[in-house]
């Protein structure tokens, strides 16, 4: 999508009493690590203390939902980036996780209330990948900085608001 | 769509009692920009008061079905336009999100039973979002425009009939 | 889809007692009037009576699953049919409203355990809707009649047997 | 899709105490009746009883998810078959029908925690129904007979171990 | 899509404690079963005891999510593999059940709050889903070998942190 103009933040973020947890998928891993450092470098500049980031992996993006959903208990964090790189190939097996794992990650946020940033690639080749992932000089910037920076935002915008529609007070 | 003869309103509107939340995305300001004031000048020549419309912004698309959810309690509105602009790239990141947040908004509605505005275009082109957004002179009216008027109608016609459904009386 | 034999109905309908909700969107009057007349017309020829037929409007399709919603509260209706008439653009915007609005009105049948008839044009071109409203003599008949037909089936056949699953007795 | 190497059942199958439901559309005749009938013969080779057989109609496919649920309380069956077909036509209806179709067979088993079969055609041809309904002499088996199969192998596995998932003890 | 560099498994996996349910369609028999050779070898290999591993069978992926939800309680298992295979053939079924399976299994996850694997390969030619069988010697691996490396990780990973989401103590 274009970039025309990105509209300023309408806020002040400060991130220091915000958990974070990344549950990234294996596949492409010099892709999926810079997106992680790139998500971790933000929450970092906007005040995250790197003990309230939590870093787990799991084999694939199918397996991103589920994990997502434990991170919350297991690490009582306030928010989840769960971070993929799919890339098309000869079967369908890329259509069918994109739209699976985009619709899962996008419903958790209404199980459990609380926001889930979206950071998986859906890409057709792994150029546009590594673009995305800012591994490709002078083309694109690193996407993971985009997710860390939404984590702090959603968190601090909209977590304290979400009590009544989720039945917990 | 063709709008070949626009159905007149079978009722009169009058918004003078409404809160509406609007929470857009900050991609593509320009656009965005226009379709929020497209919008919020709708709602005012409904009597909507300036103090009952709330504009908030989310970084992207994908963060306006959560971030509505949330408009209704942080802000206590009766109807929340979320609106975004969506433009195809060269990834397939667009029909993922479009797919998701489409839903995503439609089904939110049937969470909270009140109702939830489409305001989001789902472009092939950046000129096809500037002339849905009023920028092309002489071609398509600002579709912001549409959104608040829906929003007032919607309200007025359904809001107080969606109760026995919701279990909330 | 092809009619090749329709077959026979395998039991008298009479709809003397039933309750039909018609909600129509706005766009492309002329198709959608003639729509709604033809399933009113069915509806009177099975013995639904007049007073027992009420129609009302939404902006445009997407508002059609919330507002059929709505209906059964607002009128006490037995059975809800939605109608719109939705044509292919330039941009995607036909695919996800056809796609959340279908979705939509089919899930909506199991949040409340009652029909929800499918009135919904999903047309490339205005003239296979035009065809499809009975507008081209010789042409097609209007469907209208069919979802007519289809809301007093389905409430004489179904509806007092989806008591234990939707909780209600 | 290919049966190269159909494997064999790891169980005998006796459905001399099951009760299914048939429920099938109208469009398309001579195609459903076969379904119908193929489907008929299996459960009766499976020793399912012919009074313990319950077969309605509907007027078309998308009817078919509401009717398979009501089945289930209006005659007490463990098991529907819905049995459509849809053929595409010139509009895109075949697409929305068809997926919304699927899925919402696919969840009401999640409602009800009974199996439902998936017994609706999506061809693209009517020959291809006219085959796959075994009305094309040395082409393909009729379908229906898969389905009668599977309904009453589901029920024989798996019914009796739905009960905790689906609350009802 | 694209193996380049699969990142290592950031903690140690035992499944001596783990019981695995593995359901798998009938159709395309060769296939299926070196999937499901492949899963098991592979449970084994990482302390699974045999008697922990319950192989069932069911006619076709359609039926792979209601048999999934059911192995839990028929077998008491903490993950289930449901392993499938779809090729395309020429009407659309292919994609309809293609589309259903991956998120009725994908969101059975979240109705129980346990591990579903996705072990179903959807390809459009015979020799793709041979070649991720394991069958095509020099080409690539068996890939029922992740789905039960996956099966492990999941359990040891997430299953004990799924318990205050799904109201289960």
């Not at 309408?10 to 009493?17: A, R, Y």
């Not at 994109?98 to 996008?106: E, I, K």
């Not at 985009?146 to 989720?166: F, N």
């Amino acid at each position: 999508m274009a970039v025309k103009g990105l509209g300023e933040l309408d806020q002040e973020l400060d991130g220091s009493k915000v958990r974070v947890g990344i549950v990234h998928a294996r596949w492409n891993k010099v892709i999926i690590d810079n997106l992680v450092q790139g998500a971790k470098k933000r929450l970092l500049e906007l005040n995250v203390k790197e003990d309230n980031i939590i870093i787990e992996s799991v084999p694939g993006s199918y397996e991103l939902p589920l994990a997502s959903a434990a991170m919350f208990e297991k690490h009582d964090v306030d928010v989840v980036i769960p971070i993929g790189c799919l890339i098309k190939g000869s079967t369908m097996h890329f259509e069918y996780i994109c739209d699976s794992v985009t619709n899962a990650l996008m419903d958790l946020q209404f199980k459990i209330y609380k926001p889930v940033i979206f950071g998986v690639l859906t890409c057709l080749t792994e150029e546009q990948a590594e673009a995305r992932a800012g591994l490709i000089p002078g083309k694109m910037h690193n996407h993971g900085e985009d997710w860390g920076a939404a984590a702090v935002e959603m968190v601090t915008k909209y977590s304290p608001h979400l009590t009544k529609i989720s039945g917990n007070k």
